[in-house]
């Protein structure tokens, strides 16, 4: 089988993509090992730098079924609790909804989807050849990785990162209880924090990331949430009044946030594929979506050419990506380093939560612009 443009993983990222180039007109093939809709590990809060592009890709039904969120709130104790009006504003829905309604557009605009695995991906002679779980060998001349932030992929491509342990693990779960409307919170604990905001249907998702070798030390969920998550009282509280409507938490594990290549074996890399920001920025999903459209704009553009260069391709795209979203990732991870250090965690919090100006100085560096169109 061959065909133009293969996308492999159709997360976020990868259904951008698809959405952008079947919009110009391309023939879309998207590799996705799971079906829609599924729950994914998210804290589930979009910043608004996407509402235009969103727009014009056509989704404002996403954007209509969303959860507005203005408001900021960093509570570390009783007594350290400050909130920001969001420089930006972002919104709150489900990857369950988002990524299944993006899916639904991507097909509506005619992209082909096969649900399997990718296995391997050869690059020989200017071709890519893709075999999938089933044995299916697909041949395409453009393959971009939107696999996200730990793949089998990565594995068969021996990237540098995924050689490397990897220190962090996530859990997430949907309640139904209290949580002020337009409010993303943060609350830090021992060796990781927790995001608490409203998605769709009025639920809240309650996510957080903690170091392995601290969540390691308890026997199970429960035990961890006991002994570490309730020693933030505010977190306790919002925690013992609401109601998880999830039969177990989702959890996801070995996450790494060290640096990748957006390019690797001629593979364009989009969203977590490309580099994995800290939670704590709440930018992650706008990065995917940026760095689809981003890819898709190159990529429209060298196929227009008379003379397709995959020299020029990969050298913007790395370029571009690079200028775009390399300092919010430095931003995150001197962020995450100082939650790595218990004792100055706490004075750099409180000193951050006393003085707003300097919390949104922070919150502006973990975030774009809103994402421009200039479609050609
Ligand atoms: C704990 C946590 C909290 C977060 N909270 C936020 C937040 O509040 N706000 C925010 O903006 N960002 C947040 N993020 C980041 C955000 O979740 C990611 O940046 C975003 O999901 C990236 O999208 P993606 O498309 O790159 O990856 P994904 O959405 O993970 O999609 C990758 C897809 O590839 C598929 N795939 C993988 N391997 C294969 C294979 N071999 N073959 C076929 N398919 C494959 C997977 O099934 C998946 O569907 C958070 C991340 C974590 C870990």
Redesign the pocket.
């Known amino acids: 089988m061959k065909v133009p443009i293969l996308i492999?993983?159709?997360?976020?990222?990868?259904?951008?993509a698809a959405i952008h180039l079947s919009k110009m007109g391309h023939e879309i093939t998207v590799?996705?090992?799971?079906e829609y809709p599924?729950h994914?590990?998210?804290?589930?809060?979009?910043?608004n730098e996407v509402v235009d592009y969103f727009n014009w890709l056509g989704l404002q039904h996403v954007l209509a079924q969303s959860h507005p969120i203005h408001n900021f709130r960093l509570e570390i104790d009783e007594s350290n609790v400050s909130e920001v009006k969001l420089p930006l504003g972002g919104f709150g829905i489900s990857?369950y909804s988002l990524?299944d309604l993006l899916y639904q557009k991507a097909k509506e605009q005619g992209c082909q989807f096969i649900h399997?695995?990718?296995?391997s991906v050869k690059f020989i002679d200017d071709l890519f050849h893709i075999i999938?779980t089933s044995g299916l060998e697909i041949e395409t001349p453009i393959a971009i990785g939107?696999?996200?932030?730990r793949?089998?992929?990565d594995v068969h491509l021996q990237r540098d990162f995924i050689q490397k342990k990897a220190h962090?693990l996530?859990v997430?779960a949907h309640y139904e209880g209290l949580f002020s409307d337009n409010l993303?919170g943060l609350y830090p604990f021992q060796g990781g924090y927790c995001?608490v905001?409203k998605v769709e249907q009025n639920r809240l998702n309650i996510?957080?990331?903690v170091q392995t070798d601290v969540f390691k030390k308890y026997k199970n969920i429960s035990d961890f949430t006991e002994n570490v998550l309730f020693e933030n009282k505010g977190l306790k509280k919002i925690m013992s009044e609401s109601k998880s409507v999830f039969e177990m938490p989702l959890t996801?594990s070995q996450?790494s946030f060290d640096d990748k290549k957006a390019v690797e074996n001629h593979v364009l890399m989009?969203?977590?594929?490309a580099g994995?920001?800290h939670?704590l920025?709440?930018?992650?999903?706008?990065?995917?979506i940026h760095s689809a459209k981003i890819v898709s704009e190159l990529v429209h553009k060298s196929l227009n050419n008379q003379t397709f260069s995959r020299g020029t391709l990969e050298q913007d795209y790395q370029k571009i990506w690079n200028t775009t979203f390399k300092n919010r990732l430095n931003t995150g991870k001197m962020l995450s380093k100082l939650l790595l250090n218990p004792s100055l965690t706490k004075v750099s919090l409180k000193t951050v939560a006393k003085i707003p100006l300097l919390f949104k100085y922070i919150i502006k560096k973990t975030h774009g612009n809103p994402i421009t169109i200039s479609i050609s």
Do not use: Q
């Open positions: 492999l993983g159709g997360g976020l990222a990868g259904l951008t590799v996705e090992k799971s599924k994914k590990v998210c804290g589930e809060y979009i910043s990857r990524d399997e695995a990718v296995v999938l939107s696999f996200g932030k793949s089998t992929i962090w996530a997430k993303v995001g905001s996510c957080y990331i996801i996450i989009i969203g977590d594929a994995l920001i939670p920025c709440g930018n992650g999903m706008a990065m995917a």
